[in-house]
């Protein structure tokens, strides 16, 4: 198997200094998009937030190709390779789309790249952003944890607020920015679509592991999931101890 890209390992988030995720141990492999379940409030942000420096890390580690930066500044994980889309980010409205991506350029990072992916975002350029449809606005947020040639990039519903048809051709950008041979970390609202362009999921239940394994083993199984998210009576031998089984059985 390839190195993860992204490694934790008995990681626990505070909020508040409050405990919200608890020994959480799961790795995101380069060229793969791995994706994060879990019901509202479950603690998907809260963990992604931990990754990135903006919530603090109590106990664990997390390793970005092999170097712990659990201690590091939030600026200083970005600049190791990590790119984070925040839910409910936006673009700097006034800002044209250009402007938007050079102010978060750094190191290699490449414009020519995020307009490949996204043709529409070159045609509006010199556009401010705030003139920009939903679906262009998250392309231009997509854009931004792009410039700065990321190793691993953690997406936190992208797709809030979205149509259908935008929602399913940013998921098949997703798809591409593993082909580039980037670790995606994907939190998905819309569990089906992320099942379909991931490669292994992992699911929250109040702020601990419940559920490791392939995309393939969730995918349609809304019954599953259901009881994954809420709790209820175990359909497996590896759902029956809890996190322990999930994270040494499952993975
Ligand atoms: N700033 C905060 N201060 C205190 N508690 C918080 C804060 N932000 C979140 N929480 C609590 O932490 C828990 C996890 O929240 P979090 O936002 O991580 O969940 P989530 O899985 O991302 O949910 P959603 O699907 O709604 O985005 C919740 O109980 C929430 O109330
Ligand atoms: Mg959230």
Same mark, same amino acid.
């Given at each position: 198997?390839?190195?993860?890209?992204? %490694?934790?390992?008995?990681?626990?988030?505070?909020?508040?200094?409050?405990?919200?995720?608890?020994?959480?141990?799961?790795?995101?492999?380069?060229?793969?998009?791995?994706?994060?379940?879990?019901?509202?409030? #479950?603690?998907? &942000?809260?963990?992604?937030?931990?990754?990135?420096?903006?919530?603090?890390?109590?106990?664990?580690?997390?390793?970005?190709?092999? @170097? #712990?930066?659990?201690?590091?500044?939030?600026? @200083?994980? %970005?600049?190791?390779?990590?790119?984070?889309?925040?839910?409910?980010?936006?673009?700097?409205? &006034?800002?044209?789309?250009?402007?938007?991506?050079?102010?978060?350029?750094?190191?290699?990072?490449?414009?020519? &790249?995020?307009?490949?992916?996204?043709?529409?975002?070159? @045609?509006?350029?010199?556009?401010? %952003?705030?003139?920009?449809?939903?679906?262009?606005?998250?392309?231009?947020?997509?854009?931004?944890?792009?410039?700065?040639?990321? @190793?691993?990039?953690?997406?936190?519903?992208?797709?809030?607020?979205?149509?259908?048809?935008?929602?399913?051709?940013?998921? #098949?950008?997703?798809?591409?920015?593993?082909?580039?041979?980037?670790?995606?970390? /994907?939190?998905?609202?819309?569990?089906?679509?992320? /099942?379909?362009?991931?490669?292994?999921?992992?699911?929250?239940?109040?702020?601990?592991?419940?559920?490791?394994?392939?995309?393939?083993?969730?995918?349609?199984?809304?019954?599953?999931?259901?009881?994954?998210?809420?709790?209820?009576?175990?359909?497996? %031998?590896?759902?029956?101890?809890?996190?322990?089984?999930?994270?040494?059985?499952?993975?």
């Amino acid at each position: 198997m390839t190195a993860p890209a992204l %490694a934790l390992d008995g990681v626990a988030v505070d909020r508040a200094e409050v405990p919200v995720v608890h020994e959480v141990t799961l790795d995101a492999a380069p060229g793969a998009v791995t994706v994060i379940l879990g019901a509202n409030g #479950a603690g998907k &942000t809260t963990l992604m937030d931990g990754i990135a420096g903006l919530a603090p890390v109590r106990s664990g580690t997390i390793r970005l190709d092999g @170097k #712990a930066i659990e201690r590091l500044a939030p600026y @200083k994980r %970005a600049r190791a390779g990590l790119g984070y889309v925040e839910q409910a980010r936006t673009t700097f409205r &006034t800002l044209t789309v250009e402007q938007n991506l050079v102010v978060s350029q750094q190191g290699d990072g490449d414009l020519g &790249t995020v307009y490949r992916l996204f043709p529409e975002l070159e @045609k509006r350029r010199t556009l401010q %952003a705030g003139y920009l449809s939903g679906g262009e606005q998250q392309m231009v947020v997509l854009g931004r944890a792009l410039v700065s040639a990321p @190793k691993v990039v953690l997406i936190d519903e992208m797709s809030l607020g979205l149509a259908p048809l935008v929602v399913r051709r940013l998921m #098949a950008t997703v798809g591409e920015l593993a082909g580039m041979g980037i670790a995606v970390v /994907l939190i998905e609202q819309f569990a089906n679509l992320a /099942l379909d362009v991931g490669s292994r999921a992992h699911v929250l239940r109040k702020g601990r592991v419940v559920f490791s394994g392939p995309c393939g083993e969730l995918r349609g199984d809304e019954r599953r999931l259901h009881r994954l998210y809420f709790g209820g009576p175990p359909v497996s %031998a590896a759902e029956a101890g809890g996190a322990g089984a999930a994270e040494s059985g499952l993975r």
